[in-house]
């Protein structure tokens, strides 16, 4: 795949198509090879930037790596999704490091040995935790300060170590929670008393923080947790109790997720049903001109019972053949 593979590494990173990409990777490395070469026809040999990024995916077949990170704004963009994402590639890529890019692709790059100057944003000033007028939104974050306090922010907020030293002065009242009761896509620390803060993160890349931690929380101590709530939990105060994310539920969705992705092409049905979904011929025909995402797709000639074996692996059940009427009968919404 352009520069990276000639290095032994293959990397693709879209603003939507990876999370496709990354949520079809529970089939294992061997249907990873068809991605590669799609990538290399489409010439690419430059990342994208951090703010373009929503997902991406690094196969490193010298040091068998393999790298993956998704936002909350993607397929795999919950605490849970990616819990089980972690745990089926583990299985579907035996003998491989599997490892989850907190930092985005940042992490890809220092794996790389590449310039992480190149993805990065150039306007990074401190933000406001709300742009606008809070709204009734779902909780996503959690702030704790000492073992005194605990705020729950909502979707609408700034992720809150981008705030800096303002930060505190901006939490609302209406905020403060005694107990977790949801499952966070990051957290942020503080102790006051030394000055030292810690974060982790599920699903929100941190897109180099440490590089730019002094400019916002300038005096303070950074330490990065990667994905361990645990370390906050142990901080904070009593009753706040990080919940794990709901593997089953995570299974779930990510089942689901093959199917609405992958269904319409299964090999031995792609024909009949791109037939269905798309009576024009001629619209057909645009759909497949490559290079595109369609037709890297087709040629990925994934089998029907490649499918049922990567449902067989998330669910633990045995599925009837998944054919393409049925990613239109699950809920989208889960």
């Known amino acids: ?24 990777r529970s089939s294992g490395p061997q249907s990873s090879v068809v991605f590669s070469l799609w990538e290399r026809a489409f010439g690419e040999d430059d990342w994208v930037s951090d703010a373009q990024a929503h997902g991406g995916l690094l196969v490193d077949w010298d ?7 998704s936002d909350q704004g993607s397929d795999l963009g919950s605490a849970s999704t990616r819990a089980a994402f972690l745990v089926t590639a583990v299985a579907a890529w035996p003998g491989w490091d599997v490892r989850w890019a907190f930092d985005g692709l940042g992490d890809m790059l220092t794996h790389l040995g590449e310039d992480v100057a190149a993805v990065r944003r150039t306007n990074r000033d401190p933000r406001p935790l709300y742009r606008d007028e809070p709204a009734d939104a779902a909780l996503q974050c959690l702030v704790t300060v000492g ?3 605990a705020y729950a922010l909502g979707e609408d907020a700034a992720p809150p170590w981008e705030v800096g030293v303002g930060l505190i002065e901006q939490l609302r009242e209406s905020d403060r929670v005694t107990e ?18 810690g974060v982790w993160s599920a699903t929100i890349p941190l897109e180099g923080l440490a590089e730019r931690w002094n400019g916002l929380w300038p005096g303070w101590t950074l330490q990065i947790w990667d994905g361990l709530y645990a370390e906050q939990s142990a901080r904070s105060v009593e009753g706040i109790r990080i919940p794990a994310p709901d593997l089953d539920h995570g299974r779930e969705r990510l089942a689901r997720l093959v199917v609405q992705n992958l269904s319409l092409w299964v090999v031995e049905d792609q ?51 998944p054919v393409w009427l049925r990613r239109y009968a699950v809920p989208r919404d889960i």
């Open 1 to 24: 795949m352009s520069r990276c593979a000639t290095a032994g590494a293959a990397y693709y990173t879209a603003i939507s198509a990876a999370t496709r990409y990354s949520s079809s």
């Open 180 to 197: 977790c009761t949801f499952v966070p896509e990051g957290g942020l620390h503080l102790e006051p008393t030394t000055r030292t803060a």
């Open 63 to 69: 040091r068998r790596v393999l790298m993956v990170f």
């Open 147 to 149: 073992d005194t306090l």
């Open 271 to 321: 024909q009949a049903s791109l037939a269905q979904a798309y009576p024009s011929e001629a619209y057909r025909a645009m759909l497949l001109e490559e290079p595109c995402w369609h037709s890297i797709l087709a040629a990925t000639a994934i089998t029907r019972a490649e499918l049922s074996a990567t449902l067989r692996l998330l669910t633990g059940e045995e599925p009837e053949h």
